[in-house]
């Protein structure tokens, strides 16, 4: 089945860039998602990516694919510390369930 | 936005005792689906729901839970017997099915805890 690798934790200075970077197994996903989850809170769906594109910007987000590698990364400008939360990398198998990678979590320093 | 809900958002109960956590998905869609989060670890798939049965199950899954949309609206994980590592926060998602591209939906979480 698929697996789904991520760094556990990530901390940098407020208004650096933060990457956050993802492996995962199976090569026939078609779409691979960014989840993030704030304390005690439920998973928000922060973006995702078609597997035909190399890169999707969405405002301070910057999502880079590399499907050779299957390597998948969040970039997120300008880090603010309401970004301070674990992310999700995600990806489709099956019946359309969704395989979670084990989170990155992301410390904002001011 | 149509969302996902969930209830209650926080559970407490003793062990060996049943449980019902309660969802509604979002109206239109035709997929469902539980997971499971033990505090600090990752997100976990525990069963998805299509056409009124289930159509895939994790081995987490055992004879103890079990899923039901009693109605047209609710989609319900019942733990018959629940367990101390039962605690975790479970979620419930959507999907509408009519494209690929469509991401699951989450709601909140109910956090369960079995003292």
């Known amino acids: 089945g698929e697996d789904v690798e991520q760094s556990l934790f990530l901390s940098v200075r407020e208004g650096d860039s933060s990457v956050i970077n993802c492996t995962y197994t199976d090569s026939s996903s078609t779409y691979l998602y960014w989840y993030k989850q704030e304390p005690g809170a439920g998973l928000q769906l922060l973006t995702y990516?078609?597997?035909?594109?190399d890169m999707k910007q969405d405002q301070r987000l910057t999502v880079l694919l590399n499907k050779k590698d299957k390597h998948l990364s969040l970039r997120i400008a300008d880090t603010q510390t309401g970004d301070s939360a674990i992310y999700f990398c995600a990806v489709p198998e099956g019946s359309y369930k969704l395989i979670f990678g084990s989170g990155t979590r992301l410390l904002v320093r001011p | 936005e149509p969302e996902v809900t969930q209830t209650p958002s926080h559970q407490v109960t003793q062990m060996g005792q049943e449980v019902i956590l309660r969802c509604v998905p979002i109206?239109?869609?035709?997929?469902f689906y539980w997971y499971r989060q033990i505090l600090g670890q990752k997100v976990e798939f525990l069963v998805s729901?299509?056409?009124?049965?289930?159509?895939?199950k994790s081995e987490i899954f055992d004879d103890q839970f079990s899923v039901e949309r009693p109605d047209g609206s609710n989609f319900t994980l019942k733990i018959r017997s629940t367990k101390l590592e039962d605690s975790a926060m479970y979620f419930c998602a959507s999907f509408s099915g009519s494209s690929y591209n469509s991401p699951l939906h989450f709601g909140n979480g109910t956090r369960l805890t079995v003292t």
């Open positions: 990516i078609f597997s035909n594109m």
């Open positions: 109206s239109n869609h035709l997929y």
């Open positions: 729901f299509y056409n009124n049965e289930i159509s895939e």
